[in-house]
């Protein structure tokens, strides 16, 4: 028998953001996993307490979501499901099992790429008892919060990718011919397809500049902005407890994850992606 869709919500913020419950991610069917989809669709961030997921359970969930994205970073995704990205500072047999610091400083997921991740979902199995809280930006309520004049004037604005920008700030040396991922032009102001609701879409680590802005002032633009769009008052700051499910839209916030305290605890959170298209 299909479970009941009859879950209870409660907002994260005013505004922003989305609680989940009553649901059993691992059990119920596919037409619960589509009833929280088209809710996620309206919230940008949603959490799901009070999960007990194996990796396949979080692939089945996932799915639901669109096409899962494999990690190219293999040394850290489990050696059968390539689509599960390991968060962790444990070391099991000798060996780290995962990445601890993954995401840290704002950013939306993959931009660098033409077609961007849509989603993203962390799965959280051990959590440290104070740090490692991931924080969410509204960039709906920063774009709605810019008085007319500035929306004008940023509306239409072309914000260049890179991935090579990226590698330089990880400083992972690449050749200077190695075009594996090339830089790539998105707007800075996109629309949410499921709505039509307008994000400031702007990240750090991976800009370049803004298409026909000289620079410093294109980069000093980028940072004000993300500045601006990171303040308290759009910021949602989760706090983990074992079997939280965190799922955050790339196509409408940014996110950073802060440290915790390495010597006393442990992190183990499975991250997964969904495909995205390219923004508009
Ligand atoms: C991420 O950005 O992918 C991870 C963030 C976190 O671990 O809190």
Not at 6 to 21: H, I, N, Q
Not at 29 to 42: K, L, M, N, Y
Not at 84 to 111: E, F, L, P
Request: aromatic share 8%; net charge negative; hydrophobic share 35%.
């Amino acid at each position: 028998m299909e479970a009941s869709t009859e879950f209870s919500l409660r907002p994260l913020m005013d505004g922003f953001g989305v609680e989940m419950r009553d649901v059993d991610l691992a059990t119920c069917g596919p037409d619960v996993h589509r009833a929280v989809v088209e809710t996620f669709d309206r919230h940008g961030v949603m959490v799901i307490r009070d999960q007990r997921l194996s990796p396949h359970d979080q692939m089945r969930f996932t799915n639901a979501f669109g096409t899962p994205e494999e990690n190219p970073r293999r040394e850290y995704t489990l050696p059968d499901i390539p689509e599960i990205y390991v968060i962790s500072n444990k070391i099991v047999d000798g060996r780290k099992i995962g990445d601890h610091q993954a995401g840290q400083g704002w950013h939306t997921d993959s931009s660098f790429l033409a077609e961007p991740v849509k989603c993203t979902m962390l799965y959280a199995m051990e959590v440290p008892d104070e740090g490692s809280d991931t924080l969410l930006a509204d960039l709906c309520a920063a774009w709605n919060a810019l008085p007319p004049e500035r929306q004008a004037e940023l509306d239409g604005l072309q914000v260049q990718h890179s991935w090579r920008a990226l590698m330089e700030l990880k400083k992972v040396y690449l050749a200077p011919d190695d075009n594996t991922i090339p830089d790539v032009v998105h707007p800075m102001v996109r629309a949410h397809p499921a709505d039509g609701r307008k994000a400031l879409w702007v990240s750090t680590g991976t800009t370049r500049g803004i298409v026909g802005m000289p620079n410093p002032q294109g980069l000093d633009l980028l940072d004000e902005l993300v500045a601006f769009a990171t303040q308290d008052r759009f910021v949602y700051r989760h706090k983990w407890h074992v079997g939280d499910v965190l799922i955050w839209d790339n196509r409408c916030t940014l996110h950073t994850g802060t440290p915790f305290d390495l010597s006393k605890y442990k992190r183990h959170v499975h991250r997964t992606w969904v495909r995205g298209d390219r923004p508009n």
